[in-house]
């Protein structure tokens, strides 16, 4: 996480002075909690909150009071005692740090998700338009780099959305993994803290209760969450990767906006290059190196210890930051393509109708030769085409075996476009339940 | 996947033959579904199922054809030809070799999965029937590695069923994630095969149909799927973990079950070693190597390539095979896992009481002494003990800050194991549904 | 490791027989060595050989015993004392079972490591090849995948050179990581064993004494062994994506080999796709994949614990395999690569001379212009071309402030492509040490 | 990287300020070398020396300039040119901004290289102290957490030793891979740059010259680099696990420093937990993470792409600052270690002497039993011993298969530790080349 490739919105979520807000909330909740259970006087949670609600935590002075006890949270209970005063000897009651800590990041992870999730909507919206607006498009389907039968580039753009789709799921499911509460004291065993404690702090928080914390929550869901942001990122690659080839040169089917005032080399003043789908690239394997130390962090020793801690202190912040930035400039990107139709159109025309090879195939099984001559005969006819010796029409009807099972206007009718785009509308019916 | 880590369960999924008998189950279904279309003859259709149903392929023969054709699909084909006769031109109609090893793929991943659960379901009901065994076995609760306060190792046992209890959710999740079909012709845009086909095979094979496949089913499925794999991985390392803590030597509060006739070492005929515990370790890292691979396989290029087919090749096996083997592995480590309740009580009865310091601390705050001053006093008596020199209660009493606070009566009181287990049945409850 | 992804020649080194076979030669040695000792006599020594040299063991005997004591070397052993007779019981003297194991597994990594060697003198022969049959050859260079400026296919080439003869080194240097053998017995403290025995084991094997082993070959040197076969897999992606990215539709400035009787697909007869390529940017991942495993194995617990014998059962054999078969796999790429020379010139004149834009931004700033009324001058004409308006050297002509500045003499002066090439002799003498 | 886990005179190497300075000396080094190629007027060079050399470049200006240009060096160029006046067109004459990003990231690796060498001598350094400290302090060698024989904590040490000095090297090496300088402008042809530029920056910035850069320095240099750094994480990983097991409270034979002031738990006053090196062991995890984007980087498009350029920006400064923060915390970690022989022998002593198992067996084959016969019996007394119910010479002297091979005088010699220790100079002599 640096600023280069941070959003404000993202990176306040973990600052110190939001989590210090929530470590409050988290402590005074609890000692609201525990006033029914005798162990904490109503006034002195009625003091606890009047004087810590709105406090400003001040951030140098815990520092300073860590460095001497080396514990964060103590020294924050520490600061809290300066600005709450005696009444403070009640909070804590019965907890332990972890309570408190393993909370707080669920809060700020859960936060940080909402923001996500508010991202990918944009995102979805971004590309839904572009796809609608570029419904039928036509455009030279590729696999392998090579061409094969022409689609639309609405198409391209369906099958982004339709995966995105997928990524607000998960982030969704990613959500509810985290979404969890623990405050049930050291070894997690409730001794010295009663269970419903947890469950009012869960509720005032809009989380969970841990089913069974061992004083730490576990951190299996933790995995699966930056698992699953791995998952966002590697998406987003793809996207990013399909705009970088689009752009390259000999293609040029799409570009990204390059904006007045902008440079593209410091030594070639020609260039436009698609420099934040590139970025974008490297952003996704950043956000993919949080997915191994998150998983392997699960295995704590015994009832917990503190191994995941500095793993989590940098892709906490690191992992969400940084894949918020990538889903807003992706956003922008598919906003403000710039989209060449007649490119795609011209790229599509090079291999001189190649691309329908497959319909004179089934022409010809159908028409009764077996699958295997069929392709002998369309493919050396192929060939011929790229060597650049010829039309692919020409071909097939000067071709003895071909012309005895196909008649020229048959063959003449296999080289329509409009033939491989009859189903857009049932794809994007099936994508965005509209066509 | 190596023969010594592998169940002829799953590695039957990934055999050649099972392999060539689900390629024919979605050629011929999709035959079928063609012959309303007037693509296929009922009687092609017909002879098809007739003579390829039972057809034993020739993974030889086929292994041949390919090396001439460089293609497997191709290669099928060719040799299904030979079985079937004439009508085999009738296969494959409208169809790209990505739909058949592509749904191939995630029929393959499907019955790993549904394997994967019934191991799932034995490990949990091995976990649940020895943390009910020893719901009330007192132990102590350890973080870092340091004694804390007690715990039972029943408790332990519930962590570890609420663990794979969500593994189980994620598994689930992650079935659906790659449990689709894609019948779609190249490109995916359906030109030359009605949508309607896909729905049929889709059916048939139990699968849902991929909203927009372009040609590939898209990969962040299968991220998604392998990154699943990778967490439940790491479950396993936790739990194996545990174990491998609890049998050292001077811990040795759990052993694995050590056969008659079994060596623990060439050298030193005295050891009894963790060695499943430890190796399933090192499974769990075999499987978690599978997670970044599936993860670069999204960015296809394009409509799409093929860099994900050798990656997928390896770890569609490897991964399911050492999962499920150490799914299995680990159940028989639990159900007879040789527990030492004796030798927990010694464990813990070791510190002299010092696992209820907090009790002090609260207690002393609770008398009305500050946080901080709580605090002092209970560590200066506590690391008394750590130093050896002497009995925890005793020193507490002697102490004058906190003898004004608390009667020896009430400190002798904190030192009662039981308070530590009240909530027990909370936590059982809350994980089992039952106490 | 699959056998569709393997050699023949690199997975008989990883064989039960081969291993066993390294296995008595260590033991053998041993014996010999300890004769000087007293601690084996010479008979015994002898008759340890006599009957042992040439022995075939037998694998499936081996199993079953193993079945039984759970412990593979011990299980050898006892296979062993059945070929060679009472005598046997001077095997393995003062040793434990990493003796053997971790010793092995390092002549068996370098076997593999001599035969990437091998592969690697391969490939290095065929791109230097290639690289001066294409000194020349000019084609477009592109950053960003966008046209730059002019280079050659020989210099491209020469790129691919010294980066596998940097991997070269690197595969030296790991080859020195693992080429060490111990033979310390139990927890490595030569308490029951000479160190000179494990000296004249290693001579004989042709490695170096450990200096320090805890009856484990300490694994952060397997874990740089496997790092550096990930640095080599990912030059070999680097290399493959290039040459995908040449064969592309638009592109097609070189091309795989494609055999005659080849298929390309299934659906669509006039491909022809860049598979092996394609194939090796996914064995790239695979063999990446073993490198985090790799250095998780390093924590090992005290003196040694187990978990990292499972992982390297599978990734010793998979990753050096796969690499192998990449290494000749991309050798054959290159030396059967089809090059297009006239499509290298016909893409590069696509862009009108933009490509000359730096020559003009330095000629107008050495004409006294500022760096920045320079750039504004060449981007704006620039901007033009890629709109389609025209050709570069007549916008500059007919631009008032760069026509101030040059002639339109010196102008066309400037759109020379030998000009970007003067300077390939330099390049090819430091990597090639000639031109 | 956190402010938490950094250290100043690591960040430093990575603050714009440092950046801006180098590339400053990277531009005006190459200006001084195009004096001779008559490119830059010598008293242009002069000026640029003159006024940039000790110039404070306003980064914040930077920024400013580059929100417009989206391009990083021109943004610093036009302020150069904002100091240094109409001689700066002088500046990055025939360069590319490539030429200035990545010869400067090398200048930073190789600086933050020199400072990990630096660590690393001080962490060998205590480590060699410690060692010769404790060479013949006894204690229980323990392979998969099981006591096996007696060790040092010495040889303990002398291993960790080793290893780091292993890891100095390889620091070496990596430091040579990045150790390069590219000056070669577009596409690295040279054509509107001299050769001899390069080489004269690179020895002015003790580099040498990149054989052939493609306008940017091969990827895989920096692959290997960060591999490197994960490995010698790895190794931290190992040494921190190493003193958490020690620290155990059952094993307790070696503690961090605990300062008078710290709190180890906010809950439990009593605790003493191992946070330095549980914090060692997530910032390995953190490390590590960088090598799978590293490797990602490798396959940059043609001449180059600048998908790595984001992921540098993280790994460079992320990775350094925190191999830094974790070398100089496990010296300290070393240097303060509280080392308890006592509780080492206690707990050697805990298994009555069963750590002798092995030199019995070894006695006994030696005495003409069969090895399988000898295992039997010395197993079937350790047992009983593992079971409690006795000493272990006892059992076998009582035994009538040990007894009629060895005398009691015989078995109560094998009893003996010392025994164990007889090779301690040899290690320590192969380690430190003295003992």
Not at 118 to 123: F, Y
Not at 271 to 285: D, F, H, Q, S, V
Request: proline share 3%.
């Amino acid at each position: 996480m640096i600023p280069r490739y941070s959003r404000e919105q993202m990176t306040s979520i973990w600052s110190p002075e939001s989590k210090f807000k929530i470590w409050f909330d988290i402590e005074a909740h609890a000692a609201s909690a525990q006033v029914k259970q005798g162990v904490v006087p109503q006034e002195a949670a009625d003091v606890i909150w009047a004087k810590g609600k709105d406090a400003q935590f001040n951030v140098e002075r815990i520092d300073e009071i860590e460095r001497e006890v080396k514990h964060d949270v103590i020294a924050f209970l520490t600061h809290l005692a300066e600005i709450v005063g005696p009444e403070a000897r009640f909070v804590h009651q019965g907890m332990t740090s972890s309570d408190v800590l393993d909370t707080c990041f669920n809060v700020q992870l859960v936060k940080a998700t909402d923001l996500l999730l508010e991202d990918m909507d944009k995102l979805l919206a971004a590309i839904k338009k572009r796809a609608f607006e570029h419904k039928t498009t036509i455009t030279i389907g590729r696999s392998h780099g090579i061409h094969a039968e022409p689609t639309t580039f609405g198409i391209k753009l369906a099958q982004a959305y339709a995966e995105f789709d997928r990524c607000k799921q998960r982030l969704i499911n990613a959500r509810e993994e985290i979404a969890t509460c623990a405050i049930s004291g050291a070894i997690g065993t409730f001794a010295n803290i009663d269970p419903s404690v947890e469950e009012y702090v869960a509720e005032q928080m809009g989380l969970a209760s841990e089913p069974v914390s061992t004083q730490v929550i576990p951190r299996d869901r933790h995995a699966m969450y930056f698992a699953t942001l791995g998952v966002v990122a590697s998406s987003i690659e793809r996207l990013a990767v399909e705009v970088r080839h689009l752009q390259r040169t000999e293609v040029l089917e799409a570009e990204e906006f390059f904006s007045k005032g902008q440079k593209g080399s410091s030594a070639m003043p020609h260039k436009r290059n698609p420099i934040l789908t590139e970025n974008l690239t490297g952003l996704a394997r950043i956000v993919r190196s949080a997915v191994t130390p998150a998983m392997e962090n699960v295995a704590l020793w015994h009832e917990r210890d503190i191994s995941h801690s500095s793993v989590e202190r940098m892709i906490g912040p690191d992992a969400t930051v940084t894949l918020d930035f990538a889903l807003i400039r992706l956003t922008n990107v598919v906003e403000n393509l710039v989209v060449y139709p007649e490119n795609m159109k011209a790229n599509m025309d090079k291999l001189g109708g190649l691309h329908n090879s497959q319909r004179v195939l089934l022409a010809l099984t159908q028409a009764g030769l077996s699958r295997e001559d069929s392709y002998s005969a369309v493919q050396r006819n192929a060939m011929k085409v790229w060597r650049g010796e010829g039309e692919f029409a020409a071909f097939l009807k000067a071709d003895e075996e071909v012309s005895s099972a196909l008649t020229d206007a048959q063959i003449d009718d296999m080289f329509d476009d409009a033939y491989h785009l009859k189903h857009v509308d049932t794809i994007f019916t099936r994508v965005f339940g509209e066509a």
